[in-house]
């Protein structure tokens, strides 16, 4: 059995216990211990304090060692995903922690000219090293989808001489910013303004990061609601109800005999 679960090493010429700030190294263990609980998060897998401690085994001939505890398969596979991250492969998305951690790595590298690589034996038979490309930060690609959506809401905001765009309060108290390719319909849509209950049809485009927000919103129509009282609105919904209304002929007498 290995004596531990992944590593992190740190060279350096002029690296000693004289030379390596605490000021440095807090921040960069920091960003590790945050990316594990994040990434345990994304694949649900509780994370304990005890689970994302690290050691430091030795300082010394131009080197740092920092050493990880021995794990669960479970915990294997949040290493994987940093390493993944750490090593710029483009296919994993990890969480914004893991990038700011490769970003704390890449700083710490650049500022005191470190090469600093990690290890795992249970994921990889070579270290993975943090060299000059992945200085800047590497592009995830980001997923992202669209369907044909509508929002429920009223207009609380229109203008955009060239390029119109929509604030609109759905519902559920959001505010969505939704934009307007066709000028009349943004003219038309403004005579809405703090009034009426709108249906807003569009296309939605959702992107996912560490999960599925929604992106952009493009309205292509509207409609305004009609109110409508509650008496009316019971009877609209009794077929659907089945029999379980159906004996109800006094509407008004029935709900205030709910409310007593």
Not at 21 to 47: H, R
Not at 72 to 81: D, R, T, W
Not at 91 to 104: E, N, Y
Not at 226 to 244: C, H, M, N, R
């Amino acid at each position: 059995m290995n004596e531990y679960a992944f590593d992190i090493r740190i060279d350096g010429d002029q690296l000693s216990p004289a030379t390596m700030s605490f000021l440095d190294l807090a921040p960069f263990l920091y960003a590790f211990s945050e990316a594990v609980q994040a990434e345990g998060k994304k694949l649900g897998i509780p994370v304990t304090a005890k689970e994302h401690e690290i050691n430091l085994v030795s300082i010394e001939g131009g080197s740092l060692i920092l050493k990880y505890n021995e794990t669960s398969e479970q915990m294997n596979n949040i290493l994987a995903s940093i390493i993944s991250a750490f090593a710029s492969n483009t296919a994993a998305i990890p969480t914004q922690k893991t990038k700011d951690f490769i970003k704390s790595a890449a700083d710490l590298s650049k500022k005191n000219n470190y090469t600093i690589s990690c290890h795992s034996p249970f994921i990889s038979q070579q270290p993975i090293k943090l060299t000059d490309k992945y200085y800047q930060m590497p592009t995830f690609k980001v997923r992202t989808f669209s369907e044909p959506s509508w929002i429920y809401g009223k207009l609380i905001g229109i203008g955009g001489k060239e390029n119109p765009t929509a604030r609109i309060v759905s519902l559920d108290g959001k505010v969505v910013t939704c934009k307007i390719p066709d000028k009349d319909l943004a003219k038309e849509m403004a005579h809405h303004l703090y009034g009426d209950m709108l249906k807003i049809v569009g296309e939605a485009c959702y992107k996912h990061d560490d999960q599925w927000v929604l992106d952009d919103f493009i309205i292509s129509s509207f409609s305004v609601m009609e109110s409508t009282g509650i008496a009316q609105a019971v009877q609209e919904i009794k077929p659907f109800l089945a029999d379980k209304y159906n004996s109800i002929e006094d509407i008004d007498a029935h709900i205030r005999s709910m409310r007593d």
